[in-house]
């Protein structure tokens, strides 16, 4: 199963893409693990929108959503000129810092892979065999970068 879709570089449409990841999730029997997808996604398209795309309305942001080995994955990319992943290759000790939204990314997703010059990553979240300490880690983090969602 594999959706992909596009959207303007506009804020305002970050629910149509979180409308669009909760369906994705539900047809993939994800249950309540969606609002870890959801969380490390929409924070992907938002840092396409304004740090990779500058919030320009004449430029894209695909998101492509399907199945892998043992789970979902989510790639994102843009239409700006990239930037220098490695350089966030140390994360935020939280994230209230600075790159709050690759820190949720990289907490959220059991991996993450930046291409194209940075402006494509790939957040791949397995299913199965996730361990209850990794668990609490990820509710943890969710319920401080999005404080009513009830993990």
């Not at 220098?84 to 690759?102: C, K, N, Q, T, V």
């Amino acid at each position: 199963m594999t959706e992909e879709f596009v959207i303007q570089s506009d804020l305002a449409l970050l629910p149509l893409v979180e409308e669009r990841l909760v369906v994705f999730c539900g047809g993939c029997n994800v249950g309540d693990y969606h609002a870890a997808v959801s969380v490390a996604a929409m924070q992907a398209v938002e840092n396409a929108i304004v740090h990779g795309n500058n919030c320009d309305p004449g430029k894209e942001v695909r998101v492509e959503c399907g199945t892998c080995k043992g789970g979902v994955y989510v790639e994102v990319s843009d239409q700006g000129r990239g930037f220098d992943h490695a350089r966030f290759g140390s994360l935020p000790e939280s994230a209230l810092e600075s790159g709050e939204g690759i820190f949720v990314m990289h907490r959220l997703a059991d991996k993450v892979e930046y291409s194209d010059g940075g402006r494509r990553v790939r957040m791949e979240f397995m299913m199965r065999g996730i361990d209850p300490e990794l668990s609490s880690s990820r509710v943890a983090v969710l319920r401080r970068a999005m404080p009513k969602v009830e993990a």
